[in-house]
């Protein structure tokens, strides 16, 4: 395969991402920085910067945006607060659109604060998370709904993040996700991927693509046991792809699973947020190529750049031509 050539035709690709877009906040703390609280006693966090990126489906989308595809836009949820001011400036420094979330003052921006020590690099404290334990409120999952409807037809891709943890107040309602499941049935020639952390088991006529974890999880949920082939068939019969880390990825479709080696990393340094590159990588060359097994062994190559940096990071189109080249060597 000419990885060259592939990318260079991703400019032509236009992406949608709906789901969860989340704001990632990178809190760095100096320890010496640690008085005592003058009103409590407890001893303080001194925060001495702060960095932000887009999270979730944001970061499918910041990867989209990073290898070169001609338009990316997201479609979620946010709150009218300050981390959802953040997030739309984070996604418009990347030339993402995001004219199609919704903002709702009954709602927060799901927000992951990561509390980072500035002398070690470390993430040392505990994180806190800004999430939503209600159900989305019905003026919020119809505008959703709609501006689905709407605006779907503009994108030749269509990535969904299912990304919230919580039983209620994630974007992939189950209304919106028989939307979606609809759509992918109406449009086959249309690339519909689904990345889901807890319900992938839910979905119908995309292509499913899990960790082993939660596919193992949603056959359990389904069958008691773990078939992939029973999984594929149940979701509708298109490929499934089961991404495994260092083991690499399993396609399975009609002719049964192949593996799809993954590119070796000596010292990988975070595996933060490769399902992400990978959903992205794969997106762009199956719409490019229409071949699975290409487009699973490309976003091998895009997975293996991001976990050699720290936090949710991108991989732009030299470095994956780098990683091509060094396996090729």
């Given at each position: 395969m000419n990885w060259s050539s592939l990318i260079h035709e991703f400019k032509s690709c236009r992406v949608l991402v709906v789901g969860d877009i989340c704001l990632d906040r990178?809190?760095?703390?100096?320890?010496?920085?640690?008085?005592?609280?003058?009103?409590?006693?407890?001893?303080?966090?001194?925060?001495?910067?702060?960095?932000?990126?887009?999270?979730?489906?944001?970061?499918?989308?910041?990867?989209?945006a990073a290898l070169g595809a001609g338009r990316v836009a997201v479609l979620g949820a946010i709150g009218q607060d300050g981390f959802g001011f953040e997030l739309e400036r984070a996604l418009t420094a990347r030339n993402i659109e995001y004219r199609l979330l919704v903002a709702s003052p009954e709602i927060q921006t799901f927000t992951y604060t990561k509390v980072m020590n500035e002398r070690s690099g470390e993430e040392d404290k505990g994180r806190l998370d800004f999430i939503n334990v209600k159900p989305l409120p019905d003026v919020v999952e119809d505008q959703l709904i709609t501006n689905f409807h709407l605006n779907y037809k503009d994108f030749d891709v269509v990535v969904v993040s299912d990304q919230a943890e919580t039983s209620e107040g994630g974007v992939i309602t189950e209304a919106f996700r028989e939307v979606i499941?609809?759509?992918?049935?109406?449009?086959?020639?249309?690339?519909?991927?689904?990345?889901?952390?807890?319900?992938?088991?839910?979905?119908?006529?995309?292509?499913?693509?899990?960790?082993?974890?939660?596919?193992?999880?949603?056959?359990?949920?389904?069958?008691?046991?773990?078939?992939?082939?029973r999984?594929?068939?149940?979701?509708?019969?298109?490929?499934?792809?089961?991404?495994?880390?260092?083991?690499?990825?399993?396609?399975?479709?009609?002719?049964?699973?192949?593996?799809i080696p993954a590119v070796p990393?000596?010292?990988?340094?975070?595996?933060?947020?490769?399902?992400?590159?990978?959903a992205a990588g794969m997106a762009l060359a199956l719409r490019v190529t229409g071949d699975f097994e290409a487009a699973a062994r490309f976003a091998s190559l895009v997975s293996s750049v991001t976990i050699r940096k720290k936090g949710t990071g991108v991989a732009h189109p030299d470095e994956v031509l780098a990683a091509a080249q060094s396996m090729a060597s």
């Open positions: 990178w809190c760095h703390y100096d320890p010496e920085e640690a008085d005592l609280s003058r009103e409590t006693g407890i001893q303080r966090v001194g925060i001495v910067r702060t960095k932000v990126t887009p999270g979730a489906g944001g970061t499918v989308a910041n990867n989209l499941g609809e759509v992918a049935e109406r449009n086959p020639d249309k690339v519909v991927i689904v990345d889901s952390r807890n319900r992938i088991e839910l979905f119908r006529n995309a292509i499913a693509k899990p960790n082993v974890e939660e596919a193992n999880e949603a056959c359990r949920k389904l069958f008691g046991t773990v078939d992939y082939e999984l594929r068939k149940t979701l509708g019969a298109k490929p499934l792809v089961v991404t495994r880390g260092a083991a690499g990825a399993l396609l399975v479709g009609r002719n049964g699973a192949r593996e990393v000596e010292k990988p340094v975070d595996l933060c947020g490769a399902g992400d590159s990978f």
